[in-house]
């Protein structure tokens, strides 16, 4: 009798729901994922089912797993076409194909990433994936996720579209309102949302969401009412500095006041600040890094506006180009008694004097208050001072 056929539950990502946010293949031990320019696939004999990848993603797309025989495992060119996830073979499929689904690879037998780090032995290399943040302060708000998937968008109307760095920087950026009107999308600080652009791409499908920090606080950019922001760099150039047009952040930069965008989320279990009083943060960013770090220290700003909210040091540490070019510095002019100040200086270069010029600064993030129609800039913060006392 010939020996049954060898099953495999094989790991797959679900182009519908995933956003291609690139967490997964850098969570990856093991170099496992891989993506082209519209999916993200799991490479099936590398996949060595530690699990990593899973507690990070923001959607859940990438816990999704087809028992297939291990010699016809769904390559990489198969999923890279992908637009949906394939149907589930039947028992009845599988015993046709001479193989017996109880008998399967199962990712739940193999051991976890953590545990075969400590057994390895002190010359294994140091593998930060098995330490990764995946659980949420104890004191953190309970976080709604997935409340609109990418085949039941919601519509959000612009209220507000600002330029928020010097006209004719190279870094253009924005700072763009989003409201929901009737439609509830609670979201918390260190959350993010998904973007999707009209049209269709160079294959004449649609474009997937993008996905974008929420830079407001979780009672909204104007406080009371349903919305939120988001800070979106426009994308002239790619890495290698050859000109490209962003399809998302130019659509964005120039929608108008009054145009309406899909949006899919929000997403994000995880990165949230603490609630319990006292408790401080310290904050690193880059650039439009520094979004969800605004949402944290404007809800901060207004607890303590409130008497709500007592004690809890923030700081924030920023890399950034010269002052014109930084998002952090710009629009700033003084601190309020309520906020710290802080005092900024090239550490690189002081440290050696050769150095490449950078910037590495302490200091509070711009806050702004919209109006019924356009955001107003008002200055919360003086980017270049040392934070020499808390909140």
């Not at 253009?172 to 918390?188: R, S």
């Not at 006041?257 to 994000?268: A, E, L, N, R, Y």
């Not at 004690?311 to 070019?325: C, D, E, I, V, Y």
């Not at 550490?347 to 711009?366: K, M």
């Amino acid at each position: 009798m010939n020996a049954p056929t060898e099953l495999l539950n094989q790991h797959l990502i679900d182009p519908e729901i995933c956003i291609r946010c690139n967490t997964c293949e850098a969570t990856c031990p093991v170099g496992a994922i891989t993506h082209d320019s519209r999916n993200y696939v799991v490479i099936a004999d590398k996949c060595n089912f530690c699990m990593a990848c899973v507690p990070p993603c923001p959607t859940g797309s990438i816990d999704n797993w087809r028992m297939r025989p291990k010699a016809a495992a769904y390559t990489v060119q198969e999923q890279l076409s992908w637009d949906e996830l394939p149907a589930a073979l039947s028992d009845s499929e599988l015993s046709a194909l001479g193989g017996d689904a109880a008998v399967a690879s199962a990712p739940s037998t193999a051991p976890s990433l953590a545990s075969a780090e400590l057994s390895a032995g002190e010359d294994a290399a140091f593998n930060s994936a098995a330490y990764g943040a995946t659980v949420p302060p104890w004191s953190a708000a309970h976080p709604y996720t997935n409340l609109h998937g990418p085949k039941a968008p919601t519509t959000a109307t612009v209220v507000g579209n600002v330029q928020v760095n010097e006209a004719g920087t190279a870094n253009e950026t924005h700072h763009i309102v989003l409201d929901f009107g009737q439609m509830p999308f609670p979201v918390l600080e260190g959350q993010s949302i998904g973007i999707v652009p009209p049209g269709l791409d160079e294959k004449g499908k649609a474009h997937h969401a993008r996905q974008y920090s929420i830079a407001s606080p979780r009672n909204g950019e104007r406080a009371g009412y349903n919305n939120l922001s988001i800070t979106v760099k426009r994308v002239v150039e790619d890495h290698a500095g050859k000109p490209v047009k962003g399809v998302a952040s130019n659509y964005l930069c120039d929608l108008e006041i009054g145009d309406t965008v899909q949006v899919i989320g929000p997403f994000g279990s995880s990165f949230l600040m603490p609630n319990h009083p006292k408790s401080n943060i310290v904050m690193i960013c880059t650039g439009t890094g520094s979004a969800p770090m605004r949402g944290m220290t404007e809800w901060r700003r207004r607890l303590r506006q409130s008497g709500k909210f007592e004690g809890g040091k923030l700081m924030l540490f920023s890399a950034h180009a010269p002052k014109r070019n930084c998002l952090i510095s710009a629009r700033c002019k003084s601190c309020p008694k309520t906020l710290s100040t802080s005092t900024s200086r090239s550490l690189a270069n002081r440290a050696r004097p050769s150095a490449t010029s950078r910037t590495y600064c302490a200091s509070a993030v711009p806050t702004w208050r919209p109006c019924s129609k356009t955001p107003t800039p008002t200055s919360t913060c003086a980017a270049s001072r040392a934070w020499k006392r808390a909140w």
